[in-house]
């Protein structure tokens, strides 16, 4: 801006004119942005951003605009403290990087925050065995009490299934369970036969015993999900 001064003269005084240059800037900002590390599917994420002047001058004003990548998710008010909270619960599984941006008002400039990314967690489970490990004599069996634990929401059919071995039958009873919220579970009947020397393939001694957990892992690694 040019700032012009006159002065028009008098009796005595010959008029005189004067100018200046003025440069009238925004207040600076910061602004700064908070969310969850990780997060479940279907929970609300709550984002957080706070706009700060980097001198004194007051509090910032107006919206906060929120984006994840490339794609807008909404805008949140500045309150008195220069604080905006934006929540979202519609989130995708996998990494999401947010950011927000603080456009300016009358009195302060523009700023930006630096990325910050929240992993939604995809949906999943968990398997146990009760026992962990048992020691089966040649000719007869024992039980285990398989439990499914899920995660993330997952709801979906668990199909269980044993690999063909040498001198070893297992049953699974039901054969699929459905997690819908909570622990589901089934029982595993290992039985190793009364004249098989070596089990699964693998030579043994021939004592006639069988540690069933070895046998276990197995089974467990031909576990299928149904979608």
């Not at 001058?57 to 919206?63: K, L, R, W």
């Not at 269980?160 to 909570?182: D, E, K």
């Not at 595993?188 to 276990?216: E, I, K, P, Q, R």
Request: hydrophobic share 40%.
């Amino acid at each position: 801006h040019v700032i012009g001064a006159q002065y028009l003269g008098d009796a005595v005084f010959l008029p005189s004119t004067s100018t200046t240059d003025v440069d009238v800037t925004f207040i600076p900002t910061t602004l700064t942005l908070a969310a969850p590390t990780n997060a479940l599917p279907g929970a609300t994420v709550e984002l957080t951003a706070t706009a700060v002047s980097t001198s004194t001058g007051g509090v910032p004003t107006g919206q906060i605009l929120f984006n994840d990548g490339n794609t807008i998710l909404g805008s949140a008010p500045l309150d008195g403290t220069g604080v905006a909270v934006l929540r979202i619960s519609t989130l995708a599984a996998g990494a999401h990087t947010f950011t927000a941006t603080y456009p300016g008002d009358a009195r302060f400039d523009v700023s930006a925050s630096t990325p910050v990314v929240t992993t939604i967690a995809g949906k999943d489970f968990s398997l146990d065995a009760n026992p962990p490990a048992a020691t089966v004599t040649a000719g007869q069996s024992t039980v285990f009490n398989v439990t499914v634990t899920p995660a993330g929401g997952f709801a979906d059919p668990v199909t269980f299934s044993c690999p063909v071995l040498t001198g070893i039958t297992c049953n699974f009873n039901p054969p699929m369970v459905t997690p819908n919220g909570a622990m589901a579970a089934t029982m595993l009947t290992v039985t190793t036969s009364a004249d098989v020397l070596h089990y699964g393939g693998t030579a043994g001694n021939g004592t006639g015993w069988f540690l069933a957990s070895l046998c276990l892992i197995g089974m467990l690694a031909s576990l299928r999900r149904r979608g």
